[in-house]
């Protein structure tokens, strides 16, 4: 599986993005996918992670109820919608997959390149 993100960019504080990340491989829709993020100095973190079927969702506390992670099988594409961004979402974000959300929140076994958002105030 190979990932690809897209989407990041510059937004002013309180402004939206959607982060995408297209698959190749026949066999992404089922593997669970999530969303990282590593900031200048910082260690990677955990964003958001939804199961296969997108079913289930599960969100650092940082970003819960501003960002929905979901996923859309037929095209091998999973998303994430940032609305309400602060300066502290600014970072590098990685999209990444694994066979449950146990796993991709923990150690996924596929990461995309990053695409970086940048949050001014």
């Known amino acids: 599986v190979q990932l690809q993100a897209s989407g990041g960019g510059l937004v002013q504080a309180g402004g939206s993005l959607r982060l995408s990340c297209a698959a190749s491989?026949?066999?992404?829709?089922?593997?669970?996918k999530g969303w990282f993020r590593q900031a200048p100095g910082k260690e990677r973190e955990f964003v958001a992670a939804?199961?296969?079927?997108?079913?289930?969702?599960y969100y650092a506390d940082s970003v819960k109820g501003r960002f929905t992670i979901s996923t859309d099988n037929a095209k091998n594409t999973v998303y994430l919608q940032m609305n309400s961004l602060k300066p502290e979402d600014t970072a590098t974000y990685y999209c990444?997959?694994?066979?449950?959300?146990?796993?991709?929140?923990?150690?996924?076994?596929?990461w995309g390149q990053g695409t970086q958002v940048t949050v001014s105030s």
């Open positions: 990444a997959a694994g066979a449950t959300i146990a796993v991709v929140t923990t150690s996924p076994g596929y």
């Open positions: 491989g026949r066999t992404f829709s089922s593997y669970a």
């Open positions: 939804i199961g296969w079927s997108g079913g289930s969702t």
